[in-house]
């Protein structure tokens, strides 16, 4: 090995895809340990933050801006770069958070898990949760730039998907298509709130809040978390999340991970796509493949 290549040291071992805010406090300053706020909209830019914490900016420059889609997954060259910007090396552990709890950085974890990069968690209930522990926060000014890392994207094909798998889905005896938006939306009840969508969902998709899937801002336990996938999944193992713009999906695929499932897909265009004016069919009303209450 050449003298110009630097080794850097792994970070810890995560036990899974979710850690609480004992875990990472215990650990926050390790060399080889990155944190990382992926907080979107209004939940961004707040006065406080974990100490150390670097803007992972979806909102920003960690979208695809050259189509008219929010929040779509950037390439692999452009993820890189804005990866090794932060000062995220391959043999890093990384934990991601956001300012509402598990909103946005369920979408972090899915980026950077679709890019081939594994260690990386998501912190059980985010910023509140560690402010709401005492634990320690720093003013947000903006801090010296953190040393270039060496983080390299490798794509995993399959794990972002769009409309046409979509549509194959829907067909598919083994597969489920999860919507995370809101019930009121889902039913088409209320109008979108991004103007020129249609109201409704994907026929034969399946209704899922990802609100539902958590408790005071954290993750329900996997047994409950298995449940809840299990009644609307019935033996469909497969599974496909969709949402408004492919953020809170990632919270449906975060649960579906610690229940146990593998192989879901996150609908990268979601309703911003499928809602627009087009033949893609919409329906409105009640999901009648969800189980009665």
């Known amino acids: 090995?050449?003298?110009?290549?630097?080794?850097?040291?792994?970070?810890?071992?995560?036990?899974?895809?979710?850690?609480?805010?004992?875990?990472?406090?215990?650990?926050?300053?390790?060399?080889?340990?990155?944190?990382?706020?992926?907080?979107?909209?209004?939940?961004?830019?707040?006065?406080?933050?974990?100490?150390?914490?670097?803007?992972?900016?979806?909102?920003?420059?960690?979208?695809?801006?050259?189509?008219?889609?929010?929040?779509?997954?950037?390439?692999?060259?452009?993820?890189?770069?804005?990866?090794?910007?932060?000062?995220?090396?391959?043999?890093?552990?990384?934990?991601?958070?956001?300012?509402?709890?598990?909103?946005?950085?369920?979408?972090?974890?899915?980026?950077?898990?679709?890019?081939?990069?594994?260690?990386?968690?998501?912190?059980?209930?985010?910023?509140?949760?560690?402010?709401?522990?005492?634990?320690?926060?720093?003013?947000?000014?903006?801090?010296?730039?953190?040393?270039?890392?060496?983080?390299?994207?490798?794509?995993?094909?399959?794990?972002?998907v769009g409309a046409e798998e979509v549509a194959a889905a829907l067909s598919d005896p083994a597969t489920v298509v999860l919507d995370a938006r809101a019930r009121e939306r889902f039913t088409g009840t209320v109008a979108e709130p991004r103007p020129g969508l249609r109201a409704g969902h994907m026929p034969g998709a399946v209704s899922l809040p990802f609100g539902e899937l958590q408790r005071a801002g954290r993750m329900r336990p996997a047994h409950e978390l298995r449940a809840v996938f299990a009644a609307l999944a019935g033996e469909r193992e497969r599974l496909v999340v969709s949402c408004g713009s492919g953020v809170t999906a990632c919270v449906l695929a975060l649960g579906a991970e610690l229940a146990g499932y593998r192989g879901q897909a996150v609908y990268d265009g979601s309703w911003s796509e499928w809602g627009q004016p087009s033949r893609r069919p919409v329906v409105t009303g009640a999901d009648e493949s969800a189980p009665a209450p």
């Open 1 to 160: 090995m050449g003298d110009d290549v630097t080794v850097h040291p792994s970070g810890p071992e995560l036990p899974g895809p979710l850690v609480g805010v004992d875990w990472l406090a215990r650990r926050l300053g390790r060399p080889g340990l990155v944190v990382l706020d992926a907080s979107v909209g209004a939940h961004r830019g707040g006065e406080r933050r974990i100490p150390g914490a670097r803007a992972f900016d979806i909102d920003g420059a960690l979208s695809d801006h050259s189509g008219p889609l929010p929040h779509t997954m950037p390439g692999a060259g452009r993820f890189t770069e804005e990866l090794r910007s932060l000062g995220v090396n391959d043999r890093d552990t990384v934990v991601v958070h956001d300012g509402a709890g598990i909103y946005s950085s369920a979408r972090a974890w899915w980026m950077l898990r679709a890019m081939g990069f594994d260690r990386v968690a998501v912190l059980d209930g985010g910023l509140p949760a560690w402010a709401d522990a005492g634990l320690p926060l720093e003013n947000a000014r903006p801090g010296p730039a953190a040393a270039p890392g060496d983080f390299t994207a490798r794509p995993r094909p399959g794990m972002f």
